[in-house]
């Protein structure tokens, strides 16, 4: 085993830069030299495949509500008044995603900063960081299935590249090989999962179990996740890593008017803060598509074994813990 299962208590915290040993001081470059792989590697995959790559925005008045998320632990949302506007800290471009895929680029990623300030005690999940970079992207009229190929296609190249020219790094940083994943990954309803781990602890039951990665489906969260009204079940996703958990969230989107509007309602988000996307569903200017974000972090805290992912971070983002840089 790699890496401690994510809740298990760790004793010491990833320090900044000034804090760290000599020897620390090589392992935090030789991580970096994995992240600067995996970036090159994965943003290939999607600029190969057709997708523009768009700037991130740090500022905007519509950004992810977060809400509801059975996952949610969020402390507090960062909200400035600039040029007599309310404006809030990008928790992810997914409003940003939506609007750009519909009216402009019809396949865009972007490597976007999130902030969310998590709970403190999330430090010792490992997996929780309070700024974090996704690779976020966009596919008008895809469906699930031809995200899951896509990002399949992405992991497979990155891994077998990464064994082959970091392969001294990964032998340092890892107790054992990085396996190359096997695709098709599996694709399980979130309802079995819950049946076959716990209700409360599945993510982590099925990242303990599985060799491959497994994506896990249907799963009831915020409204432009798509949703049948008619059956109930959600097209959405998220992948799970072996002896590691989530890197990856995504869905095929809401783009009716009607749907979009009922769900902002039921989930009691304020509506003022979707104007512009409601406003576009209702001139029939939002198109369907399916995307995701990868947790870059995530990934490469994966791929290294590292015990907590802001090891990947060269100025960590620990919850609880405000360094000066
Ligand atoms: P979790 O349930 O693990 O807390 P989430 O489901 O709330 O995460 P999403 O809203 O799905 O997170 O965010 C998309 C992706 O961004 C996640 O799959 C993950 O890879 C990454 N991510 C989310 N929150 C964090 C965080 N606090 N630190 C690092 N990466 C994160
Ligand atoms: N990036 C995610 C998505 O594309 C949204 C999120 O970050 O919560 O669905
Ligand atoms: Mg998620």
Not at 32 to 39: C, F, I, S
Not at 80 to 87: L, Q, R
Not at 90 to 114: E, G
Not at 208 to 235: C, H, L, M
């Amino acid at each position: 085993m790699t890496t401690p299962e994510p809740c298990v208590p760790l004793t010491e915290l990833p320090k900044p830069l000034d804090q760290l040993s000599p020897a620390e001081l090589e392992r935090k470059a030789c991580i970096g030299k994995v992240m600067t792989h995996t970036l090159q590697s994965l943003t290939s995959t999607f600029i190969g495949s057709g997708f523009q790559w768009l700037l991130p925005v740090a500022l905007s008045q519509s950004t992810d509500p977060l809400w509801p998320d059975p996952g949610a632990s969020i402390e507090k949302r960062i909200e400035v008044d600039i040029y007599g506007k309310v404006v809030r800290t990008t928790a992810s471009m997914i409003i940003h995603k939506l609007v750009a895929s519909s009216l402009a680029y019809p396949k865009l990623f972007i490597v976007s900063p999130n902030i969310r300030i998590e709970k403190a005690e999330r430090a010792k999940t490992g997996r929780h960081i309070y700024e974090f970079s996704q690779i976020d992207f966009e596919a008008r009229d895809a469906s699930s299935k031809d995200i899951f190929t896509l990002v399949e296609k992405a992991l497979v190249t990155l891994v077998t590249s990464l064994n082959k020219d970091l392969k001294s790094e990964l032998d340092t940083l890892r107790y054992e090989p990085l396996r190359v994943p096997t695709a098709p990954f599996k694709v399980v309803d979130k309802a079995d999962l819950e049946a076959e781990y716990d209700a409360d602890g599945w993510e982590a039951g099925l990242a303990e179990s599985i060799k491959d990665p497994v994506w896990a489906i249907n799963i009831p969260r915020e409204f432009y996740d798509f949703e049948d009204f008619q059956t109930g079940k959600w097209d959405n996703y998220d992948l799970f890593m072996p002896n590691f958990g989530e890197v990856l969230s995504g869905a095929k989107r809401e783009w009716e008017y009607d749907k979009i509007s009922k769900k902002i309602e039921r989930d009691q988000v304020n509506k003022e803060n979707y104007a512009l996307l409601l406003k576009l569903a209702k001139e029939g200017k939002t198109k369907p598509s399916a995307g995701a974000g990868i947790g870059i972090e995530r990934i490469v805290g994966w791929a290294t074994g590292v015990r907590h992912i802001a090891e990947t971070q060269p100025f960590p983002r620990v919850p609880g813990t405000v360094n000066e840089l």
